[in-house]
């Protein structure tokens, strides 16, 4: 049957009989099973009504089971079915069912409501006939249910799917204009849930200029079907604006007469202002976008602008690890050279005093020491670019460093080249090395005279310059500026950026070590100061030597030519040198002097023999030494005896971080008469801690002396660029 899906908890309709009296339970079950139903058969009238429930689909009583039975429980039950239930009854009966025969029936249609008499004897047909039209109604009334468990479910969802929404439902009836509306529907009409809303109050609220055309909108879906659909202004009780959005559609009946209004409305204020203050961005979204696009490429004008910077700085901290690497390396070749020379310049020196009456040996030794020499001017230059060469910085009056070496400047550009001079006479001092700078000079007049090949004019300035603020590489303060310039072949933009590096040189093969601006620039550098450089292809070349001005006055006292005297008393020296060629060297001029020497190859080897208790009346120790270091060994002979003398010899001129040790300092390489003088001064008391030098290390110690011709010196190892 169709109807058997709507019965609950069961494929199969069930039946439950009352039937206590003899056979007549058996037959009922059976006839009923005939009849396509399952029978429950129950004990006794309690059980019966207790049984009874929505999924029994016919019940079956016998009249002689219930006529003077308690029928209450059975009555409460059926008075209680939900609507859509009405359960049929069979009663079998011996009277038949009218009321002249049989005046119980009355009350049993009473009690049961929807049931049917069937008087016995009957036929079996009759009795399945009766129970299959019973069940016909009793699934057509499990169909109703469903359908209205369905509109139920409909309805429940419909409301979810409003609030959901916020959306307020109505309806308008057209005949009395009967207005029903929801408790959302009010409130987007600024009403309380309990208002009396009508019709006329929600025209009324509407803005007055969207008012007729709200009506006229209601008017054509009125007339012709369409679909009511409209957003408009309405004015709350509380006098605030409001957009209200209005949809309906519109019902007729059978014969095509508009009934009703059916539909539903939501507040759209906020979606409104949206719009508006979106209309109002868009009227300026022009000029926004071209402000933007402005700062668009500002901004990436200034991103350029910032790689573009980056990039120069990694360039400049790749120059500056570049030189710094070729620094350590320069400095190390230099030191070792330092040591070779001193060997080679000791040795020749007393070779010299053996054969003073051999001519030709005179001449091939002083041949050799102006080798030597040169190696040593040579050693300078390399240790000037690692800044490790010994300085002497003093205040010095710059004009008349360059007057006096006009002869020299002259004499080395050739008679092609004039010179012309602008020196103030009232700039302050500087405080550099004077033989230094000098050759630093010598060397960049020399660059000048080769970029001229065909002759030109050489200037030489001088001028005062101040640095505040952010300088670079400058600090803040005051600064001579020593500029020489030429009017020679000058340099392209590429050969500039080389111009410092080392052993970089635009000179033909053989002519030129590369090395001559690399050392003025790290003696720019020690100095705490800078070399600039420009240049211009056929114009020329200006390279301007920063120097940092003092207020310290120079002095004036010129140092006397220092003899080799012959000791005035004979001394008990330790000379401690871990390199045995440069010891051998040292002990022989030492016992030329005159002095008893005893030698030491370590730092360790130097204490055992001064706490061995051997008297010494100085110590001349090598600094760089393994295991222990000169500084070491003087801290530790200090220890034992306070007022021993010292000298510390080294080729470095910075000793390392956190070396602070007050000791005169021989440089290396040293001659003989350099060796007396300090001995002199450090037996004399004269020995003072000697000033730091301007790249902030340790201690300098005293000049060595410069070539005898410095012209020569300079020339050939000089660097045009």
């Not at 069912?97 to 047909?125: Q, Y």
């Not at 005279?449 to 603020?469: C, H, K, N, W, Y």
């Not at 330790?574 to 005159?594: Q, R």
Request: aromatic fraction near 4%.
């Amino acid at each position: 049957m169709a109807g058997i899906a709507a019965i609950p908890n069961s494929s199969k309709p069930k039946a439950l009989i009352y039937a206590p009296a003899g056979r007549d339970a058996w037959v009922a079950r059976s006839l009923v099973d005939e009849a396509g139903l399952t029978s429950i058969a129950a004990a006794d009238l309690s059980m019966f009504a207790s049984s009874l429930s929505e999924d029994i689909a016919l019940g079956v009583l016998t009249e002689e089971a219930v006529r003077s039975s308690d029928l209450k429980p059975i009555a409460a039950w059926v008075s209680a079915q939900p609507s859509w239930s009405d359960l049929p009854f069979i009663v079998l009966t011996i009277r038949g069912g009218g009321p002249e025969r049989n005046p119980a029936a009355a009350r049993l249609s009473e009690v049961l409501g929807n049931v049917t008499f069937l008087e016995r004897p009957f036929h079996a047909t009759s009795f399945i006939s009766v129970a299959r039209t019973a069940l016909k109604g009793r699934l057509r009334q499990y169909e109703a249910r469903a359908r209205l468990e369905a509109l139920g479910e409909g309805e429940r969802r419909l409301q979810t799917a409003l609030a959901a929404g916020r959306l307020g439902a109505w309806e308008l009836e057209l005949s009395s204009m009967a207005l029903s509306a929801s408790a959302t529907c009010k409130a987007v009409f600024g009403r309380g849930a309990d208002d009396d809303v009508t019709r006329d109050d929600l025209i009324a609220s509407i803005h007055p200029d969207d008012r007729d055309g709200v009506l006229a909108s209601l008017r054509r879906t009125i007339d012709t079907g369409h679909d009511y659909s409209i957003e408009h202004r309405t004015i709350w009780p509380d006098g605030s604006l409001h957009w209200t959005e209005v949809h309906a559609q519109l019902y007729t009946d059978r014969y095509g007469s508009a009934r009703k209004l059916v539909g539903v409305c939501s507040d759209t204020t906020a979606r409104k202002t949206i719009e508006e203050n979106l209309r109002r961005l868009n009227e300026n979204l022009e000029e926004r976008v071209r402000e933007r696009t402005r700062e668009v490429n500002a901004a990436h004008q200034t991103l350029l602008e910032e790689v573009a910077q980056r990039e120069r700085a990694e360039e400049q901290l790749r120059q500056s690890q570049k030189m710094e690497a070729i620094g350590q390396l320069t400095g190390g070749v230099a030191h070792d050279f330092n040591n070779l020379l001193m060997v080679v310049l000791g040795n020749l020196e007393l070779l010299g005093k053996h054969v003073a009456g051999d001519v030709k040996a005179m001449r091939l030794i002083d041949g050799a020491l102006q080798g030597a020499r040169r190696g040593a001017a040579l050693t300078q230059r390399l240790l000037a670019f690692a800044r490790q060469q010994d300085l002497q910085v003093k205040p010095v009056d710059l004009a008349e460093l360059v007057s006096g070496m006009n002869d020299l400047l002259r004499r080395s550009v050739g008679s092609s080249v004039s010179i012309e001079t602008m020196l103030p006479a009232t700039l302050p001092p500087a405080l550099v090395d004077a033989n230094q700078l000098e050759l630093a000079l010598l060397n960049l007049a020399v660059n000048a005279r080769d970029a001229m090949p065909d002759g030109g004019t050489l200037s030489i300035s001088l001028r005062e310059e101040q640095v505040a603020g952010n300088g670079g590489d400058l600090g803040e303060g005051a600064y001579l500026v020593l500029a020489v310039a030429d009017s020679g072949t000058g340099m392209d933009a590429e050969t500039l950026k080389k111009a410092v590096d080392p052993f970089f040189s635009t000179k033909e093969l053989g002519k030129g070590t590369g090395l001559g601006l690399s050392m003025i620039h790290g003696l720019a550098v020690q100095l705490n100061g800078a070399l600039l450089l420009t240049s211009q292809l056929g114009v020329g070349t200006t390279a301007e030597l920063w120097l940092p001005a003092t207020e310290r006055r120079p002095e004036r006292l010129a140092e006397a030519e220092f003899t080799v005297p012959q000791a005035a008393s004979r001394l008990k020296i330790l000379l401690v040198d871990d390199d045995a060629l440069i010891a051998m060297s040292s002990v022989d001029m030492l016992e030329d002097l005159g002095h008893e020497v005893v030698e030491a190859n370590s730092g360790s080897e130097a204490l055992e023999l001064i706490r061995g208790g051997q008297h010494f009346d100085l110590v001349i120790t090598d600094y760089s030494m393994p295991g222990m270091t000169g500084a070491q060994l003087a801290e530790a002979a200090r220890n034992i005896l306070p007022a021993l003398p010292i000298v510390l010899a080294t080729g470095y001129a910075d000793l390392p971080a956190g070396t602070d040790i007050d000791l005169p300092r021989l440089g290396k390489p040293y001659n003989q008469a350099q060796l007396a003088r300090e001995i002199s001064k450090a037996m004399a008391g004269e020995a003072v801690p000697v000033p730091r030098s301007a790249s902030g290390g340790g201690a300098s110690g005293h000049r060595l002396s410069k070539p005898d011709d410095i012209s020569d010196e300079i020339g050939d190892g000089a660097c045009v660029v």
